[in-house]
């Protein structure tokens, strides 16, 4: 995977890491995100994971994987309205509840500049809250 994400960042393209939370390299050892982060990549995380619509373990993993700064964007995973909404919603109320509100607007506004074909911020400056308890993959072409 390092080697396909290199090879498309040589070639002006960022590589989107769709929900790694369900990736059970990444569960095993989320650093395998973060090396492909670290590298340019960047990470979206689904939002009905973070919500705990899949499982308390896939919300924490989703959760670390934030803290981690290894996830940049939501996204909904929906396929349709009815059988898998887009709860985005939900997602933002835990972001805001366990990182705090600059973890939310910090994804919000990831994607808003994913759409306009904007920066996207890498997160290495947002103050997240500890909690005391403790799209899809696409790739877009750079500038």
């Known amino acids: 995977m390092e080697e396909i994400c290199h090879e498309l960042i040589i070639q002006g393209f960022v590589p989107v890491i769709a929900h790694p939370e369900r990736n059970a390299e990444v569960a095993a050892d989320p650093s395998k995100l973060e090396r492909l982060i670290e590298l340019g990549s960047l990470g979206q995380v689904t939002a009905q994971s973070l919500a705990g619509v899949f499982g308390n373990k896939l919300q924490k993993l989703s959760l670390e994987l934030c803290r981690r700064s290894a996830v940049h964007v939501l996204a909904s995973d929906a396929h349709d309205s009815v059988h ?38 890498r997160g290495n400056h947002v103050q997240i809250r500890r909690n005391r308890h403790k799209l899809f993959g696409i790739f877009s072409r750079k500038g």
């Open 84 to 121: 898998r909404p887009f709860g985005l919603s939900a997602a933002y109320v835990v972001l805001e509840k366990e990182l705090g509100p600059e973890m939310r607007d910090y994804m919000r506004e990831n994607a808003q500049q994913i759409v306009a074909n904007g920066e996207v911020n």
